[in-house]
């Protein structure tokens, strides 16, 4: 059964950093779109940032534009979200998602596979 799984969230002080990972069990998603979603209490879940299959394209959400990078390691399948210059309302469940195409990015039902999600807290 194809499942993700986040991990390196925790608890960081304004401004400073932290990376998560998603791991995924199959390599049938060496090729697909992967996504990072956020969701704080009372809010919507919301993008964050994308990459494609091969790598080649990627997105941010406008609020973590030249602080947050996506990265994929294919052989691991392995998605990292680098999140720097974190602010309190950075504080969320972050969620690790996998769709086949490179379309329709940012809108959450498009998606097929969800992690569990992992808490980012960001205060002093």
């Known amino acids: 059964q194809e499942q993700l799984v986040e991990s390196g969230g925790g608890l960081v002080q304004p401004g400073g950093s932290l990376t998560l990972s998603c791991a995924a069990s199959?390599?049938?998603?060496?090729?697909?779109?992967m996504a990072w979603f956020r969701q704080a209490p009372g809010k919507e879940r919301e993008f964050v940032a994308a990459?494609?299959?091969?790598?080649?394209?990627?997105a941010f959400a406008d609020s973590v534009k030249g602080r947050f990078t996506i990265s994929r390691d294919n052989a691991k399948i392995t998605v990292n979200l680098q999140m720097n210059l974190l602010k309190p309302e950075d504080t969320a469940v972050y969620y690790c998602?996998?769709?086949?195409?490179?379309?329709?990015?940012?809108?959450?039902?498009?998606?097929?596979?969800w992690g569990q999600g992992t808490q980012v807290t960001v205060s002093s």
């Open positions: 199959e390599h049938t998603f060496d090729s697909y779109t």
């Open positions: 990459i494609s299959g091969t790598g080649g394209n990627t």
């Open positions: 998602a996998a769709r086949r195409y490179y379309i329709g990015i940012e809108i959450p039902r498009v998606y097929d596979y």
